[in-house]
């Protein structure tokens, strides 16, 4: 069994069967460049980027897949011994980790949704901070990745999270690394990236602020949904794939419908229907209390039941607040 797993670790793509020099420098180039990568792979995408028919990028992801021991049956105890390998980030509030069954889960989408002003992108930037503190704060110390579509990140905010969380702000900004995205492609394209990313740096957090808006705004009416509704799936499993290989959490803002007719008979109706509702793992509605609270509550997830809590935002950041 050792000398398997062994012979796995030191397998390049240059070993799986149709992968020559000039395949192998192709895939590297798009970001393939691992056996795992290869083996999540789609044979239309693989094929696409390396100039091979999808039949070869059949056999090519088979043989990966069979590398990296994935797309497998396994047992339930299988499964629940890999899931020990799952990590947990603290939102830095007690009330929202406890609701979330100890804090946001890596290979993971954690979705946070509501209305402006509810406090989403205050609990992003209190994550990006938390992901950087060592591991017995409940953090990752690793470094995070934010894609900004609404220019919303203020490095301002971070540094007073930081020093509320007696961490030093300028290292902190350093391990946070931020991209601007200007549509909804080059959203796309920015999270495929994120690879490379994780390649230089120990990435333990992905975050979109916010996952929805540009495809809101860019594919506007219902000849253009279908359309729309197809790259945000692509999107949404670009993520997911991140999490998944890295270990990594991530965690997504998303607006709510601003169609009266739609929002009242639904305050927690989220952008993007089926497609993010099905990919997303965890999903929380915020709402705005008084005094600077707000109420999170856990609308969807594999194992944890429904409810909610009350969390509070201040100057120094997200904590507990009082029912």
């Not at 290869?38 to 070869?56: C, H, Q, R, Y």
């Not at 600077?292 to 201040?314: C, F, H, M, N, Q």
């Given at each position: 069994?050792?000398?398997?797993?062994?012979?796995?670790?030191?397998?390049?793509i240059e070993d799986l069967p149709g992968v020559g020099d000039?395949?192998?420098?192709?895939?590297?180039?798009?970001?393939?460049?691992?056996?795992?990568?290869?083996?999540?792979?789609?044979?239309?995408?693989?094929?696409?980027?390396?100039?091979?028919?999808?039949?070869?990028?059949?056999?090519?992801?088979?043989?990966?897949?069979?590398?990296?021991?994935?797309?497998?049956?396994?047992?339930?105890?299988?499964?629940?011994?890999?899931?020990?390998?799952?990590?947990?980030?603290?939102?830095?509030?007690?009330?929202?980790?406890?609701?979330?069954?100890?804090?946001?889960?890596?290979?993971?989408?954690?979705?946070?949704?509501?209305?402006?002003?509810?406090?989403?992108?205050?609990?992003?930037?209190?994550?990006?901070?938390?992901?950087?503190?060592?591991?017995?704060?409940?953090?990752?110390?690793?470094?995070?990745?934010?894609?900004?579509?609404?220019?919303?990140?203020?490095?301002?905010?971070?540094?007073?999270?930081?020093?509320?969380?007696?961490?030093?702000?300028?290292?902190?900004?350093?391990?946070?690394?931020?991209?601007?995205?200007?549509?909804?492609?080059?959203?796309?394209?920015?999270?495929?990236?994120?690879?490379?990313?994780?390649?230089?740096?120990?990435?333990?957090?992905?975050?979109?602020?916010?996952?929805?808006?540009?495809?809101?705004?860019?594919?506007?009416?219902?000849?253009?949904?279908?359309?729309?509704?197809?790259?945000?799936?692509?999107?949404?499993?670009?993520?997911?794939?991140?999490?998944?290989?890295?270990?990594?959490?991530?965690?997504?803002?998303?607006?709510?419908?601003?169609?009266?007719?739609?929002?009242?008979?639904?305050?927690?109706?989220?952008?993007?229907?089926?497609?993010?509702?099905?990919?997303?793992?965890?999903?929380?509605?915020?709402?705005?209390?008084?005094?600077?609270?707000?109420?999170?509550?856990?609308?969807?997830?594999?194992?944890?039941?429904?409810?909610?809590?009350?969390?509070?935002?201040?100057?120094?950041?997200?904590?507990?607040?009082?029912?």
């Amino acid at each position: 069994m050792e000398k398997n797993e062994k012979e796995k670790k030191e397998m390049s793509i240059e070993d799986l069967p149709g992968v020559g020099d000039a395949t192998a420098e192709k895939l590297r180039e798009s970001g393939y460049d691992d056996i795992m990568t290869i083996a999540v792979a789609s044979p239309k995408d693989l094929a696409e980027i390396s100039g091979i028919a999808e039949g070869a990028a059949i056999k090519i992801i088979n043989a990966a897949r069979k590398y990296a021991d994935v797309g497998n049956f396994e047992t339930g105890e299988e499964i629940l011994n890999k899931r020990k390998e799952i990590k947990k980030l603290t939102t830095g509030s007690n009330n929202l980790d406890n609701l979330l069954g100890g804090g946001l889960e890596t290979q993971s989408i954690t979705e946070f949704f509501g209305e402006f002003g509810s406090g989403k992108t205050q609990i992003m930037h209190q994550l990006a901070v938390n992901a950087t503190m060592p591991p017995d704060k409940k953090g990752f110390d690793s470094d995070v990745l934010i894609i900004d579509t609404e220019n919303t990140f203020r490095p301002e905010r971070i540094v007073q999270m930081a020093r509320a969380k007696d961490l030093d702000p300028d290292q902190t900004l350093e391990r946070i690394h931020v991209a601007r995205a200007y549509n909804s492609h080059h959203q796309i394209l920015l999270a495929e990236k994120a690879a490379d990313m994780a390649k230089e740096y120990k990435i333990k957090l992905l975050i979109v602020d916010s996952l929805t808006s540009h495809f809101r705004s860019e594919y506007v009416g219902r000849g253009s949904l279908a359309e729309r509704q197809q790259l945000l799936n692509r999107h949404m499993h670009d993520l997911l794939k991140f999490g998944t290989i890295y270990n990594a959490v991530i965690a997504v803002t998303n607006q709510v419908s601003a169609n009266p007719a739609v929002f009242f008979g639904d305050p927690m109706n989220p952008i993007g229907g089926n497609i993010v509702g099905h990919t997303a793992t965890f999903r929380i509605y915020l709402r705005k209390a008084k005094a600077g609270k707000r109420i999170a509550r856990l609308i969807d997830s594999p194992y944890l039941p429904e409810g909610e809590t009350v969390i509070t935002i201040t100057e120094s950041g997200i904590s507990d607040g009082e029912k």
